[in-house]
């Protein structure tokens, strides 16, 4: 880490053409956050507030850029940075409650400190992960620049996260888009207690820029004039030739990762060299010697400031604690959206459609209805995707709209979530569902907690090419659905037919949550219905009985719904087959009515059997429906081991066999 002694023993500063009044009003907003972090300590140690993580000593990089943007401009900050929060005047009050977990919070109890976003400041709050934020502020940008916006956005990271790979992915995409990006990274040494040395092999992150194809600049991050003057320049030019830019602000934070970590790790002439460069200090100094700043000026300036300060916390330490609600904490888990179901007409035309043609008739109309919907992926533009789905898109709506992804599927879906904020509907197709692994983060912390945290919507649909039954192998053949039916906030649904893959995939995407939408790649060519040729919706959340019968309930979806059907023909067996459709949320009341009538139910599904998403509803069958029942509730899913390639162990690991045998032997109970 470069010391202080290297870079030199005082800050100098250069007003350039900036007037007295500017110089003051910045001195205000400087140690505002300063006088803020002094009250909160002490909170801190009274137990009025949990926990704290300091910005002591990096101020001026926030102030020096809140200042240098336009207040209509996006900004991410993390949690260094309440500069950014006080510099585009969010009330302390509700700042206040926010730390107190009040009511009046951003986040209603619900996250902590600056885990929040604000969309009247233009502020999007972090999460923990730290490196998630880059490729929203990709996906904010993008939507600037399709709407011809000449607007930037910052973004801001540290050191330590920039070890993540989200960071190389978000600059990577930016710099491959050319989206109007400023990724303001804040180098002050350590990653908690990792020093720079063992995160990273060079010495400053301007080394970094030319290799994404983007510029990289490096600015002292305790001169506020330095930060302001830089971010201001920088962001006029970007909006005239949009581009990302990287700045390194070299700076050091003074007290503990949090509070509780302390400071032991840091050598002491190393804290000693930095304190002579405090930005506060330093700043105020500077105004005193030019004769801006008065003693009279000064005093007048901190008691406005404090007194701001604790009239806001006595409002916020007014406020009760949260008395809880079952009902108010549920209803904040979707963004509020009542499904209006469009009925196709009775005498509309239809066409013989396979599945993939039903998925692909569903993209074209929703894309004709919504201008701002905007499709991602690999591979989708000129080759159509790997299943050809988009095929001819890109030439009817134009690449801004269909648009090849780099191979980084964490950097896209973060991406559409940042459309999303800045008012557009998003589309992300993995290429196989496999592939959604490494986009995991995005998906289960970012857009299902986005609307409870905060109460943004994530109006993004994510497309999961699924199931096995091709010899394709472990890498893609899974299902994993399961994996996000345990989320909170998540709508997963996954159709079996071509009629309910296509209105399934409209409603999807009038919802503005955020849904993983299953298409099983052994459907997408071996089965076809006629289906109207006009847009139509399914009722998200409704099952669909598919067959009537009395001996038996078969409850299933996806390619189950056509081994149970095959199944109970074949063994002349006369089954009530309920295809849920959507599996979050899944149509409990369908579930009761079938058991009700059979008394003997058996789940279907070409999941694992351990964890799947039978497991729960046959337990919710056996809690609520137990009376009904003239039989144990049965399952059957696939082996508990990885889809193998060859096509005999494949044959074996797929449930089919073994659920005939498991029917039988329901039937004979």
Request: proline residues 5%.
């Amino acid at each position: 880490m470069e010391t202080a002694t290297n870079q030199a023993s005082c800050l100098t500063f250069d007003r350039k053409n900036f007037s007295d009044e500017f110089l003051l009003s910045l001195y205000e907003s400087l140690i505002k956050p300063r006088r803020i972090e002094e009250k909160m300590l002490i909170l801190l140690r009274q137990g009025k507030i949990t926990k704290w993580f300091s910005g002591w000593g990096q101020e001026a990089i926030s102030i020096g850029a809140v200042h240098a943007l336009d207040s209509q401009e996006f900004i991410l900050p993390m949690h260094r940075n309440l500069g950014i929060f006080t510099g585009r005047d969010i009330p302390l009050e509700r700042l206040f409650a926010q730390f107190q977990g009040k009511l009046s919070g951003f986040t209603k109890g619900r996250d902590r400190s600056f885990h929040f976003g604000s969309l009247d400041h233009h502020i999007v709050g972090m999460i923990s992960h730290l490196g998630p934020q880059m490729a929203i502020a990709d996906g904010i940008a993008l939507a600037h620049k399709l709407s011809d916006e000449p607007k930037v956005t910052l973004v801001f990271t540290g050191d330590g996260a920039s070890s993540e790979g989200d960071f190389h992915e978000g600059l990577n995409v930016a710099a491959v888009w050319k989206l109007p990006v400023i990724f303001l990274v804040e180098h002050n040494g350590y990653g908690l207690s990792t020093p720079s040395e063992e995160q990273f092999a060079f010495k400053n992150f301007t080394e970094k820029g030319p290799g994404y194809g983007m510029e990289a600049i490096r600015v002292q991050g305790n001169n506020v004039l330095e930060v302001y003057d830089t971010i201001l320049k920088l962001a006029e030019d970007i909006r005239k030739n949009p581009r990302p830019v990287l700045v390194e602000a070299i700076t050091f934070r003074m007290r503990g990762h949090e509070e509780a970590s302390g400071t032991k790790y840091v050598p002491s002439q190393l804290m000693e060299d930095w304190s002579k460069l405090d930005p506060v200090e330093n700043y105020e100094k500077y105004l005193e010697e030019t004769g801006i700043l008065s003693d009279k000026v000064k005093d007048r300036i901190n008691k406005k400031v404090k007194k701001e300060i604790n009239d806001a916390l006595e409002i916020a330490f007014a406020e009760a604690p949260i008395s809880p609600s079952l009902e108010f904490e549920l209803q904040d888990v979707y963004a509020p959206f009542t499904q209006e179901v469009v009925n196709p007409k009775t005498v509309a035309p239809t066409s013989e459609k396979r599945l993939v043609d039903a998925i692909s008739d569903s993209l074209r109309e929703s894309m004709m209805k919504y201008p701002k919907l905007i499709l991602m992926g690999q591979d989708i533009g000129e080759y159509g995707g790997v299943f050809k789905i988009t095929d001819g898109f890109k030439k009817e709506f134009g690449a801004e709209r269909v648009r090849n992804t780099p191979l980084c599927e964490s950097a896209i879906i973060g991406a559409g979530l940042g459309l999303a904020i800045n008012g557009y509907k998003a589309m992300v197709e993995m290429q196989f569902a496999d592939f959604v692994s490494v986009g995991f983060n995005q998906i289960v912390n970012n857009l299902a907690k986005i609307h409870y945290r905060w109460g943004q919507q994530a109006d993004v649909v994510v497309r999961m090419p699924t199931g096995a039954g091709m010899a394709a192998g472990p890498f893609h053949s899974q299902s994993n659905e399961a994996w996000f039916f345990h989320t909170p906030g998540l709508k997963i649904v996954y159709p079996s037919n071509p009629y309910d893959a296509k209105g399934l995939l409209n409603a999807a995407f009038e919802d503005p949550n955020p849904y993983l939408y299953f298409e099983h790649k052994g459907l997408y060519r071996s089965i076809s219905e006629s289906i109207p040729d006009e847009y139509y919706t399914v009722e998200i959340g409704k099952a669909n009985l598919i067959k009537k019968g009395d001996q038996v309930s078969i409850i299933t979806y996806g390619m189950g719904v056509h081994w149970a059907s095959a199944a109970a023909s074949e063994l002349g067996i006369d089954a009530d087959i309920l295809d849920l459709r959507t599996l979050l949320p899944w149509d409990k009341e369908a579930v009761k009515e079938t058991v009700k009538k059979t008394g003997k139910v058996i789940f279907l599904q070409e999941d694992c059997l351990t964890g799947g998403i039978g497991a729960e509803i046959c337990a919710w069958i056996s809690e609520h429906c137990f009376t009904y029942l003239d039989a144990p509730v049965m399952r059957e899913g696939s082996l508990d081991t990885p889809v193998p390639f060859s096509p005999n162990l494949e044959k074996q690991f797929l449930p089919v066999e073994r659920f005939r045998e498991k029917l039988t032997s329901l039937i004979e109970y």
